[in-house]
């Protein structure tokens, strides 16, 4: 859905660089999941987070990666000292509220490759 | 155990035929949806259709409609009069409506959608 917007749409990133996914949610959203697909895999969750608070983040790696949605400005994931196997495409989501009702956008994904 | 299998990896049809996609799920909560996704191979998801464990009727969505099979864990995806655009990937997700988590969306692994003219 056009409404959930994430930038870059395609990341290049040399190993131990740090790579920014941004998404920006749908107007009135302040629910916003990340999820991770790995080649040929379905999506796998990440993290979930309302405005300024981290509710859940079980899916996360531990080491490297972090996430945010601050009071202003689109949510941000981030991945320091980057691998090969951070190679994957990132997606995210956002709802009104927690449940996500009956239909659940995704925005475009940001590609990330490294080096 | 997998709690989305798509046991399809991959499916041919023909342009104009109908196709079904199977997906079946494992869950123990009584309160669920399930998901199908579209994603062609400029990568992003499309959101198809939803089914919710209470609905009676099996979901519709133009040319898309999902067998709902309670007693068997299924919800297979059929699409009617294939067309070129609709070959991508398929995914099935499912959300749990109970419990702490009940946001998460669990994917299967996709089935390959090839549609033939």
């Known amino acids: 859905n056009a409404g959930v917007m994430q930038n870059p749409r395609h990341l290049v990133r040399r190993r131990g660089q740090e790579a920014r996914l941004r998404c920006s949610p749908m107007?009135?959203?302040?629910?916003v999941y990340w999820y991770r697909q790995l080649p040929e895999e379905g999506l796998k969750f990440m993290v979930y987070l309302q405005k300024e608070n981290i509710i859940d983040e079980s899916g996360m790696p531990k080491e490297r990666f972090s996430a945010e949605f601050p009071k202003e400005g689109p949510s941000i994931l981030r991945i320091q000292q980057v691998v090969r196997g951070d190679s994957a495409a990132y997606f995210c989501?956002?709802?009104?509220?927690?449940?996500?009702?009956?239909?659940?956008?995704f925005g475009q994904g940001t590609r990330l490759t490294v080096v | 155990a997998q709690k989305i299998t798509q046991t399809q990896p991959g499916m041919f049809v023909q342009e104009k035929e109908a196709v079904t996609l199977d997906c079946t799920y494992d869950?123990?909560?009584?309160?669920?949806?399930l998901f199908w996704y579209k994603q062609p191979s400029s990568g992003e998801m499309i959101f198809l259709i939803y089914q919710g464990s209470y609905d009676q009727q099996n979901a519709t969505e133009g040319r898309y409609s999902l067998n709902f099979q309670k007693a068997r864990k299924s919800a297979n995806l059929v699409i009617s009069a294939s067309q070129l655009g609709d070959s991508a990937m398929y995914f099935c997700a499912m959300r749990e409506g109970h419990g702490g988590s009940n946001y998460k969306l669990t994917f299967g692994k996709g089935t390959l959608l090839t549609v033939n003219p």
């Open positions: 989501a956002s709802s009104p509220t927690r449940t996500g009702g009956t239909e659940a956008f």
């Open positions: 107007k009135g959203h302040s629910h």
């Open positions: 869950t123990s909560d009584p309160s669920y949806g």
